[in-house]
């Protein structure tokens, strides 16, 4: 099991920050009336995919939460992978994260990047500290071997199992010097009185993931408005 080949040193150890932001009474009555809206005027039938999708199109435009991570992300020590799963999504991310941390190198990196480039981004990050890469789900979890991460800010993490693990995967590989990975987990908690987003949803499934892999994790809530 994982923590037998960690005890004995044959991964670097792992610590899963699951991070619930709770949206204001405002925030979530705008993100009902946004919804609301955009399935009145959907111009495609309205399946439980096109509903989240709407959902996440709202959520990861919210500047409050990319200011979040971008903050989160200046805060840890380390080689640090921000990822995201659309490109929109990424490339505001990418400018928040440069903005507010102008003395960290910043990197950006999805499908549109040559593997050469991704070659160079990953020998200047493993042999240097503080860089910041701003990464899809796609790329990092099957096409970038970067050792020397030290944290992994998951910001639009979905269900998908494998996806999950190999991501975690990516943060265990051993490095000199590094005797933890901290993953951050980001949940949106935009849930009313009678139902649950799927965002949330979502993230119930992963903590069912890890415990079924035996991954330690702690969640905390955190104010956003």
């Not at 949803?201 to 991954?215: L, N, P, T």
């Amino acid at each position: 099991c994982i923590r037998d080949r960690q005890e004995a040193g044959y991964m670097s150890k792992n610590v899963i920050k699951a991070i619930v932001l709770q949206y204001s009474a405002e925030m979530k009555k705008e993100f009902n009336r946004y919804m609301k809206e955009a399935i009145k005027n959907s111009k495609v039938k309205v399946t439980g995919a096109v509903k989240y999708k709407l959902e996440v199109d709202w959520v990861y435009d919210q500047k409050v939460r990319n200011k979040f991570i971008a903050s989160l992300a200046g805060k840890c020590k380390g080689n640090t992978i921000i990822m995201f799963r659309f490109k929109e999504h990424g490339e505001s991310l990418f400018k928040m994260v440069e903005k507010m941390n102008p003395d960290r190198n910043v990197y950006f990196v999805n499908g549109d990047v040559e593997g050469d480039d991704r070659e160079k981004i990953r020998k200047i990050v493993d042999s240097s500290e503080d860089n910041i890469i701003v990464a899809s789900t796609g790329v990092f979890s099957t096409g970038v071997n970067i050792k020397s991460i030290f944290h992994i800010i998951h910001a639009a993490a979905n269900k998908a199992e494998d996806e999950i693990l190999q991501i975690i995967g990516r943060g265990l590989r051993l490095f000199n010097g590094k005797e933890m990975c901290n993953v951050y987990d980001i949940a949106d908690d935009l849930r009313s009185s009678n139902t649950d987003n799927y965002l949330i949803k979502h993230f119930i499934s992963r903590i069912e993931i890890y415990d079924e892999h035996e991954h330690t994790y702690k969640i905390y809530k955190h104010q956003i408005q």
